[in-house]
Structures are given as C-alpha cells and as structure tokens.
C-alpha cells in the first residue's frame, strides 16, 4: 500500500522548510505537496485551476493548516472543506503560531480534527511533527473518501 499524501498549506518559507525537515527527520516517507496561500490550497483539495488535474485524484491522508494565509486564511480554507461533503470528513490538522483562544475555539467550531500550536524550538517542533505523522499517518483510520 502506497503512503498517502501530505498536504502542507504554509505561506512562511522558513515554517515550511522546519516542517519538512523534521518529517525527513522522522523517518516519514510520505509525499508531501505544499501550496501557499489559502486559494491554492482550496484549489488542491477541490482538484481546481492549476489543479485541475487532482480532481479525480485520491485526496491527501491529512492536511496540515496553517491559519494565517494570504488571499483566503486558514480558517475559511476549513469552513469550505466542511461544507464540501466530499471534503468534509477530510483529516485537517492545524498547524500554527497563533496563541490566540479566539482561533482555537473557531477551529474547533468549523470541525478541525486537532490544533496544533508550532513551538518555537526546532527540537520541540520536529518532535511535534513526528507525533503527528505517527498518530495521522499509522494510526488515526479514516473512511474511504467520496468521489
């Protein structure tokens, strides 16, 4: 069986290289794909735009969500997920900087699966991520999605 797919939704470069570092640093094999901005991201997840080839593509086993993105922000990324029934069972994991109660309470309202907040220690940060993995790509079982 094929790894599934990471989608990282992470507009700051230095975030988005931590990040993959520390999954290659915990041994996670799987593909990640990473987008910018929330209109990229909602383009991925509903197979649009540049892609528009995805559309009938297996979707990602989790995204990880950052909440503060240009163009469209994370929390509005998640509310049109949920609102998709093909996306709304979807694995979303926030994964942000944000220590405001306000975005916490807001993404659990809209249905995020967890809310991670980035440490600011990379040691902290790549253990974070290898839990992650462990439990969202091993362990966590998720419904076989909608066409």
């Given at each position: ?89 979807q694995a979303v994991v926030i994964l942000t900087s944000s220590v405001e109660q306000e975005d916490l309470l807001k993404g659990y309202e809209l249905g995020v699966n967890s809310y991670v907040r980035k440490p600011v220690d990379f040691i902290e940060f790549a253990d974070a991520v290898r ?17």
């Open positions: 069986m094929n790894p599934g797919t990471i989608l990282l939704v992470e507009d700051n470069p230095n975030d988005e290289a931590l990040t993959l570092r520390a999954l290659k640093k915990s041994n996670i094999v799987n593909r990640v794909d990473v987008v910018h901005d929330g209109a990229e991201a909602l383009d991925y997840v509903f197979g649009r735009g540049a892609y528009a080839d995805r559309a009938d593509a297996d979707p990602p086993q989790v995204v990880l969500l950052d909440l503060k993105l240009p163009k469209v922000d994370g929390l509005e990324v998640l509310r049109q997920m949920r609102a998709n029934e093909r996306t709304r069972r839990q992650l993995g462990l439990y969202w790509l091993l362990l966590n079982q998720t419904p076989t999605p909608l066409r």
